[in-house]
């Protein structure tokens, strides 16, 4: 293959894999802190993608030219709302299902999901088709052979790595991140050691939404298209990637992100059929990595105390 | 200690009357007022103790108030013998309860998740198209390879579902949905997105989709003989869920679900078990594609979709985990409601979420709860 379109294969890949890293990380955040799945992270991908074009829409309507400007706006007001959003869920819904069997946590948030997801198709106006998300990043791009680097995907994936740097930042050097991997850890310590549990859970919820915020308004600029169920496919990705990689496992949770890109674009350019198959590949190969490693890639070593 | 034979009885002609009247309603105040007379009737039954009097009598007298649910499903069909869209949603009903069996013996009893039960139904659907229209084989055996065909596909999936437990489990069968649904789509052998063409259900020279003419005036609606199958269906697969939960076998699926550890320390084989489950499961359920399949002539990746599994699954946590009796109050719900308000049909997938959300926090146990093993001497079985 031509190393120049080889090239652009790998960074079309990698920029997938940014955005799916962004949603893998909340899945394996939350599954740290309290062991729980919530599915209706991808549905909060897509609700932080619709909060942003609602303000650009309304800015815009309103007067404001400068894309700067609107970009930041709507930068600030998806992460803030989802952030919200996020620690509401789980205050509402995951925290009193604690005692209860973890099909329940799955089950609730999965419904919750759906309730997203169709709230947003019936109440955002002609919510059920898809929605053109404005074009705010600079459009230029460089050729390279036939490699072309479109300088918006250029920006957009150094603003994933920065954004996955940073959570890895927080949770490494802070007093925050301190207590949300005690609490993953070990719960009842943490709070004998004076770590509030609940509020620990609750930022920890905070924190992954606004991962699914950014990566909503990310996925938003890359395609120019947001459509209200992009959740459902985005979440089960980003679930996969966090399983495959290993729950609870912040580093498990980005390979899968970029592995699962790698196995679509794989699926798409290398492999003998047509390119539509590629989620069929790429999920058919996670099906058997689990069959081959059930706790995932970077597994943590636990025996289970019976 | 007998249990007289009328509680349940007449608990069972009341709602079958109230049913029927659902069903055949056509003004909205009509269905409005039904489903607040329901209500009434459940606070009533519930102020008064009489759950316990018609589980009793239900318990005792088994057998005889099967039939009597027989008799008045075949009788509710007569009296709608004209009325296509009211058979159409009984036989709809019958036919999700009978995926519904499937899926409550592999969630509810054995404890093998299952989220892509929409997937599964489409395989029944699938193969009963194949099989109809390129193949001779007898319509009936269409309807059991159906369940083959479900069964065997799902087999691919036991072995990373024995390896993985909980979460793991549950995204094997969320990215198999997804697969499949894809697959489906872009696969021109089957059709492709526009799905395929499947004939109607043939049985002994007679045509299920011909109206059936009883003289030169009345027509009665070819639902009618699709209403009977539904019926045998879902007779056969009520008696064959409950005999199993009750039998030993019932009581290996309970001990794998509660406690795998225990369960193997005891000396269930729980592999054998989670895979026995989930394949009789997905056989169940791939019978009620491809019968539903026959009997709406025809299939198409849309109506498959993980949204559509949630439904089902909605249908079993609504009746309550494990429970066969409250699939019937469950997929009356989810199927009827939405077809007679018009009014919520726009927003039924969020009100199922809100309602099971909702029933989560609430009433983990569901509409009609299953009830506990009793192991006392002459207990009611």
């Not at chain 1, 999901?113 to 990043?137: A, C, D, H, M």
């Amino acid at each position: 293959m031509d190393p120049g379109l080889l090239a652009q294969h790998v960074f079309n890949g990698l920029m997938l894999g940014v955005i799916y890293a962004l949603v893998a990380v909340g899945f394996t955040l939350f599954f740290g802190v309290l062991d729980v799945i919530k599915f209706s992270h991808g549905d909060v991908v897509m609700l932080g993608a619709f909060t942003a074009l609602a303000v650009s829409v309304g800015l815009t309507g309103g007067g404001v030219t400068s894309s700067p400007l609107v970009l930041a706006a709507m930068l600030v007001a998806a992460i803030a709302s989802m952030a919200l959003v996020g620690a509401l869920l789980a205050r509402l819904l995951v925290l009193p299902l604690r005692r209860a069997p973890a099909i329940n946590v799955l089950l609730i948030t999965l419904m919750a999901g759906t309730v997203i997801r169709e709230g947003v198709r019936l109440f955002y106006p002609q919510g059920s088709n898809p929605k053109p998300f404005p074009r705010l990043l600079p459009g230029g791009s460089s050729e390279l052979g036939a490699f072309t680097l479109r300088h918006d995907s250029a920006i957009l994936f150094a603003v994933g790595v920065l954004a996955i740097v940073g959570v890895h930042l927080v949770l490494t050097r802070t007093r925050l991140g301190l207590a949300i991997r005690a609490v993953a850890q070990d719960p009842e310590t943490a709070s004998a050691m004076g770590i509030p549990f609940t509020a620990t859970v609750l930022a920890t919820f905070a924190i992954g939404s606004a991962l699914a915020a950014l990566a909503g308004v990310v996925n938003g600029l890359y395609y120019s298209e947001i459509s209200f169920n992009l959740g459902l496919l985005l979440g089960a990705i980003g679930f996969s990637a966090a399983v495959i990689g290993g729950l609870g496992n912040v580093y498990g949770a980005i390979l899968g992100g970029f592995l699962f890109a790698a196995l679509q674009t794989i699926g798409a350019v290398a492999l003998p059929f047509a390119s539509a198959y590629k989620d069929v590949f790429a999920f058919a190969v996670v099906i058997v990595v689990m069959a081959i490693r059930p706790a995932g890639l970077l597994a943590e070593r636990s025996a289970e105390r019976v | 200690m007998t249990s007289s034979v009328w509680p349940a009885l007449a608990a069972l002609v009341v709602s079958a009357v109230g049913v029927l009247a659902l069903l055949l309603a056509e003004k909205q105040w009509a269905v409005i007022a039904i489903i607040i007379a329901a209500g009434a009737a459940m606070f009533l039954a519930r102020r008064f103790d009489w759950n316990e009097r018609i589980r009793r009598s239900g318990a005792a007298n088994s057998r005889k108030v099967f039939l009597a649910a027989m008799v008045l499903v075949v009788g509710a069909a007569f009296v709608m013998r004209e009325h296509n869209f009211a058979l159409l949603m009984l036989c709809t009903v019958m036919l999700m309860m009978v995926a519904g069996l499937g899926l409550t013996l592999q969630f509810g009893q054995a404890g093998v998740v299952n989220f892509a039960g929409a997937a599964f139904f489409g395989i029944g659907a699938y193969a009963a198209a194949v099989f109809a229209t390129k193949t001779a084989l007898p319509h009936l055996l269409v309807i059991l390879a159906g369940g083959f065909f479900a069964a065997l596909i799902g087999s691919v999936l036991v072995l990373p579902l024995l390896r993985t437990r909980g979460h793991y489990t549950a995204l094997i069968t969320i990215a198999f949905g997804i697969l499949f649904k894809t697959f489906l789509e872009v696969n021109d052998a089957l059709g492709g997105p526009q799905g395929l063409k499947v004939p109607g259900f043939v049985l002994f020279g007679h045509a299920f989709n011909d109206p059936i003419e009883i003289d030169e005036e009345t027509e009665w609606s070819f639902y009618l003989a699709y209403a009977g199958l539904s019926l045998l269906l879902v007779a056969a697969a009520y008696a064959f869920v409950r005999r199993l939960e009750r039998s030993w076998i019932g009581l290996a699926f309970d001990a794998v679900r509660i406690d795998e550890t225990a369960a193997s320390a005891f000396g269930v084989n729980v592999a054998a078990w989670k895979i026995a489950a989930f394949s009789i499961g997905n056989f169940l359920i791939g019978v009620a594609g491809a019968a539903y399949a026959m009997m709406t002539g025809f299939v198409a990746p849309t109506s498959f979709t993980f949204g559509d599994s949630l439904i089902l699954v909605s249908i079993v946590i609504l009746g309550g985990l494990g429970s066969a009796l409250g699939l019937i109050p469950a997929a009356l719900v989810v199927v009827v409601l939405p077809e007679k308000l018009q009014a919520i049909q726009e927003y039924r997938f969020l009100l199922f979420a809100l309602l099971v959300i909702v029933i989560l926090l609430v009433r983990p146990g569901g509409l009609l709860p299953r009830a506990l093993r009793d192991y006392r001497v002459g207990a009611p079985r």
